[in-house]
């Protein structure tokens, strides 16, 4: 029998987020499904550009790589993965990316959610203005040897994102494939 055989009922929905029940499985999905998209920003002197940004449901600062979610523009909904991760990483870090190179799809945290995401890199980086993404975040931009990235966000008083360590690894090797 499949773990999935019920249809999904839905306990609570709020703006952005919905509380489902499927079975004996409890998760989150969000309202509207479109996936989301992560950046390994790489400079020509090998530093990753990293964010930081205090997340209230964890409650700390989290350094983080540029990330987002698909279509949340208005009059852009059908928004494509790359076009998405192009707008991310201008807007959080100020950056535009000449070579874009998808890195690897999969869920952030399937046990709890169905949010998918893309990972991708770029490269070929220009900053075109200072970062720190829109009016509703306050964003730190960082620019951190790539070798040491990880050792970096440990000895900062913040949480490292997952999505970093992987991104960072998938970004590794791809690079060092060539």
Known sequence: MSLDADEPRVLYEGHYLALVARGRWEYATRTVKRPAVAIVAITDDRKVVLVEQ???PVGCNVVEIPAGLTGDVEGAEDEALLVAAQRELLEETGYEADRW???GFSYS???LTDE?????LAE???RVHGGGGDASE???VHEVPLDAAVEWGRQRSAVVD?????GLQLAKLQLDSR
Do not use: H, V
């Not at 998918?116 to 991708?120: K, Q, R, V, Y």
């Open 138 to 140: 306050n964003i730190q």
């Open 109 to 111: 945290s399937p046990g």
């Open 101 to 103: 190179t998808e890195l």
């Open 54 to 56: 205090y997340r209230i």
């Open 116 to 120: 998918s995401l893309m990972i991708f």
């Open 124 to 126: 070929g980086l220009r």
């Open 162 to 166: 997952l999505k970093l360590l992987a």
